[in-house]
């Protein structure tokens, strides 16, 4: 959610509202729950087949009117399920009711017009606003396809295709379509959900930066698959141990590691004393009071579920889940993974935490999500330690807007001095005016230290991918490259650059779809 980052739990039918209405005739009780449980489930198929059988034994009960629109929202079905909404509350259904109602009726005005696009191999349905976030189409396909394939052995479950992926061009849409606020989101960075038996994501076109939109889409899937194979009964910490984990899986090969600066947060709350609850990580992450918290308790859970590993071995994701969607609950299903009883499991992982030796940052660059209209580059600028650093960077700032490219590389050179190596938007800065003056190797230099600490700044990316194209070294380009589009995938001259790389290597296929999507964004 780096992130990171998500909410996940479905607006749920209760049992008692289902039988409010009183059927008369026998059956109807034991359809109305076989609906309760599939919903909460997230088993569409089975919702849908109950649903069915409901409308046609009581088209015009309020209980079977709500099912059967819960039923259809979970399906993606939005002008169906306002329909019956409506008609559910029209006839008394209640408050469960009318939350459903309010929700479908915006996610089918906000998707009314959207563009879908089936994966060729019909796993998921992306849907997306008409215009620019097409160009997130093919790459989105590519992690996901990946994602299913690396994920569905590890959670032992793979869903009923296909699964709806939808792209918001705007925070506000998120929030409009959720149970979140637009504050709770821009407070906590939660730019992403698993809800509704979908996917969402916020385009990254509504960010600064962008932010990790790769890693967030199979981290939402791996949601997915808990909620599903777990029939809803995993809570949120272990549910955001697993998402955060294995969310990197996507990529093969990968090994989970903790980031630098998660490293740092985790560090600094075992230091004092202020490591989160997994409590007070409920009902969602997105609650908690700032980015920062947010951060912290997603590096505190993704050491739940390292630890877990070390006790039980690769199978731990599947063991987790399948024992609480046994009925066990999470503390007895932690305790037998770990081999522990519960009552030693915390001690013992915080006794986990102590012995990794968890290093400290002197001089943290605060990596936060950049919201347009609401953040610019003066917000990050604040990040930079020391009044004459940040002096030095204005100062190379206005001679940038001139293009003197020499007096400016100047100014970011002695900003860099002052706080050392590492800070990511000082050296990106330097690193882009020494290109501009042709010193390619001085500007490699320069953005490569602050890189191992800081993976997902797209600056670093950008320009590096810009300064081995200069060199020639058209592997080492398109890696910063792709990794860019990962994180921000609007900025013409990245797929500009990628293009030109991939013709070099021989790839003519990728070159002609970076060209294509250099025009699309260009079209903008």
């Not at 939808?166 to 698993?194: F, N, Q």
């Not at 330097?430 to 953005?447: C, M, P, S, T, Y």
Request: hydrophobic content about 45%; overall charge negative.
């Amino acid at each position: 959610m780096m992130v990171r980052r998500c909410g996940w739990r479905a607006g749920l039918v209760c049992l008692a509202l289902l039988g409010a209405a009183g059927p008369a005739w026998a059956g109807l009780d034991s359809e109305l729950e076989a609906a309760a449980q599939a919903l909460r489930s997230w088993d569409q198929p089975a919702a849908d087949a109950a649903a069915e059988r409901l409308m046609a034994m009581a088209p015009s009960d309020p209980a079977v009117l709500l099912a059967a629109g819960h039923a259809a929202l979970l399906g993606g079905r939005y002008a169906e399920a306002v329909e019956q909404l409506q008609q559910a509350v029209h006839l008394g259904a209640g408050e469960g009711a009318a939350h459903l109602l309010e929700l479908a009726k915006a996610t089918e005005e906000e998707t009314r017009d959207y563009e879908e696009h089936l994966t060729a191999s019909g796993h998921f349905l992306i849907r997306h606003a008409p215009g620019i976030d097409a160009v997130m189409v093919p790459y989105a396909e590519q992690v996901l396809e990946s994602a299913w394939t690396e994920l569905t052995p590890i959670f032992g479950h793979q869903p009923a295709p296909p699964v709806r992926v939808e792209i918001y061009p705007r925070v506000e849409v998120l929030g409009a379509v959720s149970s979140l606020t637009v504050d709770e989101i821009k407070t906590s960075g939660t730019i992403a959900l698993c809800k509704y038996n979908r996917l969402m994501i916020t385009s990254p076109r509504d960010l600064v930066y962008g932010y990790g939109w790769a890693d967030t889409l199979a981290h939402e899937f791996i949601h997915l698959l808990v909620t599903q194979k777990s029939r809803n009964t995993v809570p949120i910490w272990i549910h955001e141990g697993l998402a955060k984990y294995f969310e990197g899986y996507w990529r093969r090969g990968h090994v989970p590691a903790l980031d630098r600066r998660s490293e740092d947060l985790l560090a600094r709350a075992l230091g004092d004393g202020s490591l989160i609850s997994f409590e007070a990580m409920s009902p969602s992450m997105a609650k908690l009071p700032s980015q920062e918290a947010t951060a912290t308790a997603f590096a505190e859970v993704f050491t739940v579920i390292q630890y877990l590993e070390r006790q039980a071995g690769p199978a731990v994701a599947a063991r987790l889940v399948s024992a609480m969607g046994e009925g066990r609950s999470d503390r007895d299903a932690v305790a037998e993974v770990a081999g522990i009883p519960w009552g030693r499991f915390e001690p013992a992982w915080k006794g986990f935490l102590k012995e990794a030796g968890l290093r400290r940052m002197d001089d943290v660059f605060d990596q936060r999500l950049l919201f347009k209209g609401q953040d610019t580059e003066a917000s990050e600028l604040d990040a930079i330690k020391g009044e004459a650093a940040r002096k030095f960077v204005w100062l190379g700032d206005r001679m940038r807007l001139s293009e003197r490219w020499k007096a400016a590389a100047k100014e970011y050179a002695k900003a860099s001095a002052e706080v050392g190596p590492d800070t990511p938007i000082v050296q990106s800065k330097l690193g882009f005016a020494l290109l501009q003056l042709g010193r390619v190797d001085e500007a490699i230099a320069a953005l490569e230290p602050p890189l191992s600490l800081y993976p997902s700044y797209m600056l670093l990316r950008v320009y590096l991918g810009d300064a081995y194209l200069r060199r020639g070294d058209y592997e080492r380009a398109r890696e910063h490259l792709e990794a860019a589009i990962l994180n921000n995938p609007f900025d013409p001259e990245v797929h500009g650059h990628l293009a030109k790389a991939l013709s070099a290597l021989g790839r003519e296929a990728e070159a002609q779809r970076e060209r294509q999507a250099q025009e699309l964004v260009n079209r903008r």
